[in-house]
C-alpha cells in the first residue's frame, strides 16, 4: 500500500489560483498513474485529473484549461495548479493511485484530502 499526503488546500476568491501537492511513500505499480479526485458535500466523488509515469495527463472537461497536474517521479510528488477556481471547485481534493477505465476513474491508494474553499 502506498501512502498518500495532500497538501496546499485553502480558501480563495473566485478567480484565484491555488496549487495542491501530494506526496507518495513510495513507488510501486500502483503509483504508475496518479491523479486527483474531488467531493463536494452532498456529492459523489469524481476525477478531476490524471498523470502517468510517462507525463500523460487526462483531465475532466470541467477543468480544462484551468488546472494543470505534474509530477516529478524522483521525488515521488505530484501537483495540481488550479487557476480561474470557482464556487464549483469547492471540495474535498484526494490524491490518489488509480486510473481511468473506459469512461470510469477509479482509485486504488488514497489520501486523506485537503479542503478547497471558493468563495
Known amino acids: 500500500q502506498v501512502q498518500l499526503v495532500e497538501s496546499g488546500g485553502g480558501s480563495v476568491q473566485a478567480g484565484g489560483s491555488l496549487t495542491l501537492s501530494c506526496e507518495a511513500s513510495r513507488i510501486t505499480y500502483s503509483t504508475n498513474c496518479m491523479g486527483w479526485f474531488r467531493q463536494a458535500p452532498g456529492k459523489e466523488r469524481e476525477g478531476v485529473a490524471l498523470?502517468?509515469?510517462?507525463?500523460?495527463?487526462t483531465y475532466a472537461d470541467f477543468v480544462k484549461g484551468r488546472f494543470t497536474i505534474s509530477r516529478d517521479n524522483a521525488k515521488n510528488t505530484m501537483d495540481l495548479q488550479m487557476n480561474d477556481l470557482k464556487s464549483k471547485d469547492t471540495a474535498l481534493y484526494y490524491c490518489a493511485t488509480g486510473g481511468k477505465y473506459g469512461g470510469n476513474w477509479f482509485g486504488v491508494d488514497w489520501g486523506q484530502g485537503t479542503q478547497v474553499t471558493v468563495s
Open positions: 498523470i502517468d509515469s510517462g507525463g500523460r495527463t
